[in-house]
Structure formats: structure tokens, C-alpha cells
């Protein structure tokens, strides 16, 4: 009976709201255009090692524009290869209407080894021995599966 007490009585306190996104990261003014911050996220390079080696991500928020009507924050991921996230967020965010804008915090990321985020080291030989594009053939498929997975062991985030 004691036991029920105090689990009843544990989950009557109170709980601490969490803070606001992103309040760990240290935001910075950012961009040509006013109103964006930029901050380095720190990750693993490996999450099933969470407590291992780390890298830093690049990230970039534009509060949302009516503050008292803030829906929350929309992340979005940046697209195609290299393309930045920062970017889109401090400068190039007429890809979100005004209604998004006034509602939303925007945020997104330059992907691992890509523009502000930690650079990825590859081989300079294997990366100038990509197989073509256009794959033709079961036999060119093959030959770029083994050549990412040569991409995957020799490249390294640190």
C-alpha cells in the first residue's frame, strides 16, 4: 500500500516543461538576410556508440514571425547531394510561404560532410575512380555497390 502511495503521490508533482528548441546550442545572428541564427550541433559519428567520437552538424533556425501565434518548429531535411540546409534557412527561405514563416521556427542542417558541417576525408585516388553515373548493366550496378562500400570503409568524419 505504501508503494501505491508514493507512485500516486510522484506522479501529482510537478514536471518541468522542456525548454525552447534548440535551447542547448549557442545561436548566432547568421546570413546576409536579418532574423536567422546558425549553431553547431554536436553528433556521434556512430550512433550505436553514442559516447564516442563526435562530429559537429551545422544547423540554422528562422524564428517563426508572429511569436504569439507559434505553431512549433518545422526541420526540414535539405535534399539533393550537397545541398545546404544553413543556406536555405539564413538566405534562400522564399521556399516557405508567409504563413509557414509566422508560424513556424525553421530549422535545418548542412548533412555530414557537407559545406558547414565537419568535413568527410576520403582517398583523393578513389573518389577520381567513380564508376559512370548511368548504370547499363547488372555488371555496372555491381561495380558501384563495391565501389560505395569502398567509399563507406576509406572515407572517415575525423
Not at 528562422?62 to 518545422?74: E, F, Q, S
Request: proline share 11%; glycine share 8%.
Amino acid at each position: 500500500m505504501n508503494s501505491l502511495i508514493s507512485v500516486l503521490l510522484a506522479a501529482m508533482l510537478p514536471v518541468p516543461a522542456p525548454g525552447p528548441p534548440g535551447a542547448g546550442l549557442d545561436w548566432q545572428a547568421c546570413g546576409t538576410k536579418p532574423g536567422a541564427e546558425c549553431a553547431t550541433l554536436t553528433v556521434p559519428v556512430d550512433w550505436s556508440d553514442p559516447d564516442g567520437p563526435a562530429v559537429g552538424l551545422a544547423v540554422a533556425r528562422r524564428p517563426a514571425t508572429d511569436p504569439a501565434h507559434r505553431v512549433g518548429t518545422l526541420v526540414f531535411g535539405p535534399g539533393g547531394p550537397w545541398d545546404s540546409g544553413v543556406e536555405r534557412v539564413r538566405d534562400k527561405y522564399d521556399r516557405f510561404s508567409d504563413t509557414l514563416l509566422s508560424r513556424f521556427d525553421i530549422v535545418s542542417f548542412d548533412p555530414r560532410g557537407s559545406h558547414g558541417s565537419h568535413p568527410v576525408e576520403c582517398d583523393p585516388a578513389l573518389v577520381a575512380a567513380a564508376p559512370d553515373p548511368v548504370l547499363r548493366s547488372q555488371a555496372d550496378f555491381d561495380a558501384t555497390v563495391a565501389y560505395n562500400r569502398k567509399l563507406w570503409r576509406d572515407c572517415m568524419f575525423f
